[in-house]
């Protein structure tokens, strides 16, 4: 993939290489994460195509703050299609978002555990 799952550096250097902040993020993000996937999928299983939007939209500024390029990427697409009302398509993208961000807890929790 073009973009990176997980940028340690660039993530790092945008918090002034402040290890202590960037840990406190991450614990953010993966306590986070799944509730807001959880309302994501609740908004599609409703067809609330707003809400769905909207969730999206939370979620590309989550892995925005990480460093996650990828899911930020995938995380805009998903909401570009909510507000177009093509639920199915943010359905085919959210497989990818779900298969990727697998990897990217993964990244996470090590860059933590490295801390």
């Known amino acids: 993939m073009a973009q990176s799952l997980f940028d340690k550096d660039a993530f790092l250097a945008s918090l002034a290489d402040d290890e202590e902040l960037a840990c406190e993020l991450i614990g953010a993000f ?22 769905t939007s909207k969730m999206a939209h939370s979620l590309k500024g989550m892995c925005g703050v990480v460093r996650t390029d990828a899911l930020s990427e995938l995380a805009f697409d998903m909401e570009l299609a909510a507000r177009e009302g093509k ?3 943010v359905r085919v993208m959210l497989a990818t ?17 490295d801390r």
């Not at 978002?97 to 990217?104: E, H």
């Open 30 to 51: 993966l306590e986070d994460c799944p509730l807001r996937m959880q309302s994501l999928l609740e908004a599609l299983d409703a067809n609330d195509a707003v809400t």
């Open 87 to 89: 639920l199915d398509s």
């Open 97 to 113: 978002f779900v298969s990727l961000l697998k990897q990217v807890y993964i990244l996470l929790r090590e860059f933590k555990a």
